[in-house]
Every structure is written in C-alpha cells, then in structure tokens.
C-alpha cells in the first residue's frame, strides 16, 4: 500500500496523543533528565570546569563543600579522586561513555535481533524454527559470566565492550519482534500489499517495520539501561572501559578503595548511575503507555 492511501491522522487524533505524553509525568521528568545528560555529555568540552585526565596530586581526595565546608576547594565543586582529577569534571565526560556504550549496544544488538525476530515472524517454517534454536541457545548462556569471560581473553576496551554486549543483548529484541511480526503479517494491510503484488522487502520495510517501532524502541530502552549497568559492572571489575577514561563504573572501582573514610567518592558516580538508568526506563515505560495505553490506568 503507498503512503497516499494511508487515513492521515487527525487534529483531535494529535492533540490525544499529544495529552497522553504530556499527562504522563514520568514520562515528562525522564525525558527532561536524559535530555539535561545528553546535552551535558555532548557539550562536555565546554561545561566540565577543568580537563578530567589532569592529576594534581596536591589536590587528592579533597571533599565537596555539602560534606566538609572546611577542607572543600571552590576550584573543585564536587572534590577530587585520589589522583587529584576534579571529579564533576569526570562525572560529566562520564556520561559520554556511559551513554555512547548504552547507543552502540543497543545498535548492534537491535539490528541483529530485529533482523531475525521479523524474519522468523513473517516467513515462519524452517526460519522460525532456526531463529528460535538460536535464542534459546543465547537464553542458556548467563550473559554476565560470558561477558567476563570474552572480555578478560580479548582485554578490556570500549571497542570490545561494546562489541561484546551487542553480541549478547539481542535475544529480547527477536523475541519481541518475532511475537509482533506474527500479529501483524495476517492483518489487512499486509495482506493488501501482498496482493498488489509489493515485494517481501518493500512489504517488510514498508508496511511491518514501521508498526514495531513502538514496540521497539520499548524494548531498545530496556536494552540500552542494561548495556550501561553491565559495562559499569565491568569497569568496577577491572574488565571494562580502562583508565583513564573517565567512566562512571572504573569511577566507582577506583574509588572502593576509600569508600569507608570518603563515602562521597563512592556516591557521585553511583547516584549518576542509577539517574540514567532510572531515567531511561522510565521514558521506555512512559512511551510504552503512551503509544499503547488501552488498559492501563
């Protein structure tokens, strides 16, 4: 079917939509956040007060002014690490790694699940039969142990951190895709397009894909919460992103050490942590009520 044929939506279809985003105050609130720490990561060259990889060693372990006024520093609004490096300086490059992994990952896992889940989904048969083998055999391996595995043998790095969670993270991408595909191949639409005779990519590109986008993105902003919670995990371990890139998890390893006597060098990065995770869930959930609200309250 082309895209002349499709009802346009109308002015009270839109402002409905429009309301149902807009009355959704997580949705709202998430997406101001991970807006505010998008902007902050791009822009980070120009906010961070400081360079994050300079070390003063002068300067170790001094305090923010919300938990010692006395020793704090002006220089250094949020205190330094035990290397001397102004902490929100490296908080806010920090969110550059934590969101470019959570973006690639997702990427890279997106692209393989959604392939194989719409293809399972739309051919069934032999397919369906292959790709569901192959998910289930991704479903037995425990994605924590493997990860820890593969990254200890091939060295820690960005390039293989990410590597590594697109090639782990994809099986919920071709569950869901394989499950919406099936519900949508039979519908009126599709079966109009089949027989005016459109192509199987032009009836999958043009007529299936655009209706798993909601469905999709829900599923891609669990994935991407997932990705950065697990390069953290990584990096605390020793496994992941290495020095002296200024991620939130190696900020989190590099600073156990003194937790006990300077809590705070524990807190800042874990608070950003679960900021983003929390925020990014959030908005998944938001817009999975906003694009599907029927039965919800």
């Not at 990561?41 to 372990?61: E, G, K, N, S, T």
């Not at 990096?235 to 937790?259: D, I, R």
């Amino acid at each position: 079917m082309s895209d002349a044929t499709l009802p346009k939506p109308t002015a009270p279809a839109l402002q409905k939509k429009r309301g149902r985003i807009l009355g959704n105050p997580g949705l709202v609130v998430a997406a101001l956040v991970l807006g505010l720490i998008t902007l902050m990561a791009v822009f980070a060259p120009l906010i961070a007060p400081h360079d994050p990889y300079v070390q003063v060693l002068d300067d170790r372990l001094i305090p923010p002014a919300f938990v010692d006024a006395e020793m704090s520093d002006p220089r250094y609004l949020l205190g330094t690490d035990n290397l001397g490096r102004d902490y929100l300086s490296r908080l806010i490059y920090g969110a550059r790694i934590s969101l470019l992994i959570g973006l690639l990952t997702v990427l890279v896992s997106g692209v393989i699940g959604t392939t194989l889940g719409v293809a399972a989904g739309y051919f069934g048969g032999r397919v369906d039969t292959v790709v569901s083998f192959l998910i289930t055999t991704r479903l037995s391996l425990p994605v924590v142990m493997v990860a820890l595995a593969v990254v200890a043998v091939a060295g820690g790095s960005l390039r293989v951190v990410v590597l590594v969670l697109g090639l782990l993270l994809w099986d919920r991408f071709a569950v869901v895709m394989r499950s919406a595909t099936m519900q949508l191949r039979n519908l009126e639409y599709v079966a109009a397009a089949r027989s005016v005779g459109c192509s199987t990519p032009r009836i999958l590109l043009g007529e299936i894909l655009p209706n798993l986008v909601s469905a999709l993105v829900v599923v891609a902003s669990y994935e991407m919460a997932q990705a950065i919670l697990l390069e953290a995990a990584l990096s605390f371990l020793g496994l992941g992103v290495q020095p002296p890139l200024p991620s939130w998890g190696l900020m989190v390893a590099e600073a156990k050490e003194v937790m006990l006597f300077d809590p705070w060098v524990i807190l800042l990065p874990g608070l950003a942590i679960c900021i983003l995770v929390l925020a990014i869930n959030m908005l998944g959930d938001g817009i999975r009520d906003a694009t599907a609200p029927e039965g919800r309250s």
